[in-house]
């Protein structure tokens, strides 16, 4: 990731384990039937061409922040505030967009 940036000395920042899926399987016949999914690539290629997509669109993005989650069981430590609540439904806003009061 740090060639594919053009950053190859950026300090890398190992952060502790999460719960997370440690065997998956799936299939992916019926998804090719019906998508008919480009050739793959290789990961370098693949990191390349993401990088070269955020650096002329996703920096027009802003990330969402939630006022709520459905669970807070098991999240990061870096993911959790003292405002953030559970609800059945999530809900947040664009940061920096005002949000309208319905």
Same mark, same amino acid.
């Given at each position: 990731?740090?060639?594919?940036?053009?950053?190859?000395?950026?300090?890398?920042?190992?952060?502790?384990?999460?719960?997370?899926?440690? $065997?998956?399987?799936? &299939?992916?016949?019926?998804?090719?039937?019906?998508? =008919?999914?480009?050739?793959?690539? %290789? @990961?370098? !290629?693949?990191?390349?061409?993401?990088?070269?997509?955020?650096?002329?669109?996703?920096?027009?993005?802003?990330? $969402?922040?939630?006022? &709520?989650?459905?669970?807070?069981?098991?999240?990061? =430590?870096?993911?959790?505030?003292? %405002? @953030?609540? !559970?609800?059945?439904?999530?809900?947040?806003?664009?940061?920096?967009?005002?949000?309208?009061?319905?």
């Amino acid at each position: 990731i740090r060639s594919a940036l053009g950053a190859p000395d950026h300090p890398v920042a190992n952060h502790p384990a999460r719960l997370e899926v440690v $065997v998956a399987v799936s &299939n992916h016949d019926k998804i090719r039937q019906v998508f =008919q999914p480009p050739e793959p690539i %290789d @990961l370098k !290629e693949g990191l390349k061409r993401t990088v070269e997509w955020y650096r002329s669109r996703g920096k027009f993005l802003s990330p $969402v922040e939630f006022e &709520n989650v459905e669970i807070k069981e098991k999240m990061p =430590q870096s993911w959790l505030r003292d %405002d @953030l609540s !559970e609800a059945a439904v999530c809900t947040g806003s664009r940061i920096g967009e005002v949000k309208e009061e319905l």
